[in-house]
């Protein structure tokens, strides 16, 4: 499967942008989708991510009650709704697809198929 991540911009500390993540090649249905960014001279760190049905969403700590996953399986599109940022969510994000079976991972290593990343950028 093929993930196109976008919606990415730069935005001031408080505002909210919604990032989305397009598949192809495969149905979005089969996997479990994640979000992970990667700032400069940092590490990945997960971010999100939800159960192929929807049931099942888990968030960072850095996020929690700020960011919303969600999915649209019909659309073959996975979502991260982000509120409040801040200038440390500045970074580059992933979305991530894993194919294996539950639980869901918050590893990156646990993740099959990559997007390109889109850019968030957050002024103070």
């Known amino acids: 499967v093929q993930l196109q991540a976008s919606g990415g911009g730069l935005v001031q500390a408080g505002d909210s942008l919604r990032l989305s993540c397009a598949a192809s090649?495969?149905?979005?249905?089969?996997?479990?989708m994640g979000w992970f960014r990667q700032a400069p001279g940092k590490e990945r760190e997960f971010v999100a991510a939800?159960?192929?049905?929807?049931?099942?969403?888990y968030y960072a700590d850095a996020v929690k009650g700020r960011f919303t996953i969600s999915r649209d399986n019909a659309k073959n599109t996975v979502y991260l709704q982000m509120s409040s940022l801040k200038p440390e969510d500045t970074a580059l994000y992933y979305c991530?697809?894993?194919?294996?079976?539950?639980?869901?991972?918050?590893?990156?290593?646990?993740?099959?198929?990559w997007g390109q990343g889109t850019q968030v950028t957050v002024s103070s």
């Open positions: 939800i159960s192929r049905g929807g049931s099942s969403r």
């Open positions: 991530t697809a894993d194919q294996g079976p539950p639980p869901v991972p918050v590893v990156a290593g646990r993740y099959d198929y």
């Open positions: 090649g495969g149905m979005l249905r089969n996997y479990i």
